[in-house]
């Protein structure tokens, strides 16, 4: 009986151990993944790898979102909001190990499509309430629960 209660313990203690995926936390978490980054998120913070310093971001309403259904939508007040435009729609997925965030989409004008976007975002953070994630040349954008 000692036996299977010391094994069962240290199970649970490697499994708190083994559970930090990213790189910022949590080490441990009880909600899904899916769970924690269906949410809309209000941009807080870029780090700029290329000067190595962290710049504030004012909270003027730009957002993103992604949605259970595996929608997407991001909204960026500074660019979009003066030009009338309500938001950017697309898709999005978690890669294989969910260690990433997959997502594509295009931006129209008129009916017609001008360009795609595909990017894949690594993530460095997913709390319930704050998310970081890092873009491909090194750049990271925190988020908050919005």
Known sequence: MKLAKYTFS????????????????????????????????RPIEKFN???NTVESIDRDGS???F??????????????????IEGLVGTWNFNEDKSAVD????????????????RTDTIVKMKI?????KRANGDK??????
């Open 10 to 41: 240290l199970v649970i203690i490697l499994s708190l151990i083994a559970c930090g995926k990213y790189e910022e936390g949590p080490g441990f978490s009880l909600l899904p993944k899916s769970t924690r980054l269906q949410q809309k998120w």
């Open 67 to 84: 949605v259970k259904d595996g929608s997407f939508k991001v909204f960026e007040d500074a660019t979009m909001g003066q030009l009338g």
């Open 63 to 65: 957002y993103i979102e």
């Open 49 to 51: 790898a290329s000067s």
């Open 103 to 118: 997502y594509e989409y295009s931006y129209q004008a008129l009916g017609v499509t001008l360009w795609t976007v595909s």
């Open 141 to 146: 954008y925190y988020y908050e629960y919005f």
């Open 129 to 133: 309430n704050s998310l970081g994630l």
